[in-house]
């Protein structure tokens, strides 16, 4: 299997996992009672400020999405491979930390679902950084 493939079998992968985020924070941001699974859980209906955050959340879950799968040479819409790689490997460390923070989270919900989901998510931008 080449590195190019792999690349884009963990790109594919990580992309669902965005969209699947993307949708879980409209979810939030629409007002829908989630908010003990995020935001370190402490509210079930989340107040207006984290509603807003949620809802901007959206928008960077769809940019790492269009990015790594650019990366991985799936699709082609930004144009820009600066741009690009530089996304991916913001997000890879991004959700590293997040792994790392997920796993403090007082939110038991956060800490046995997210901390693995942000894991596999690093993890996947690191090999698609570094493959292709």
């Given amino acids: 299997m080449t590195e190019l493939l792999i690349a884009q079998i963990f790109a594919f992968t990580a992309s669902i996992g965005f969209i699947g985020l993307a949708v879980f924070q409209f979810l939030l941001a629409i007002g829908k009672p989630y908010g003990k699974s995020a935001w370190g859980g402490k509210y079930e209906t989340l107040p207006t400020s984290l509603r807003i955050a949620s809802a901007a959340s959206i928008i960077i879950f769809v940019t790492i999405t269009i990015s790594i799968l650019e990366k991985a040479h799936i699709i082609l819409v930004i144009h820009n491979t600066t741009f ?10 991004y959700f590293l930390l997040n792994t790392f923070l997920n ?6 919900i956060e800490k ?7 894991f596999l998510l690093s993890l996947s931008c690191f090999i698609v950084s570094m493959l292709s």
């Fill in 103 to 108: 796993l403090i989270s007082k939110s038991k």
């Fill in 84 to 93: 690009v790689t530089y996304v991916v490997w913001v997000f890879a460390f």
């Fill in 112 to 118: 046995v679902i997210m901390t693995p989901v942000s």
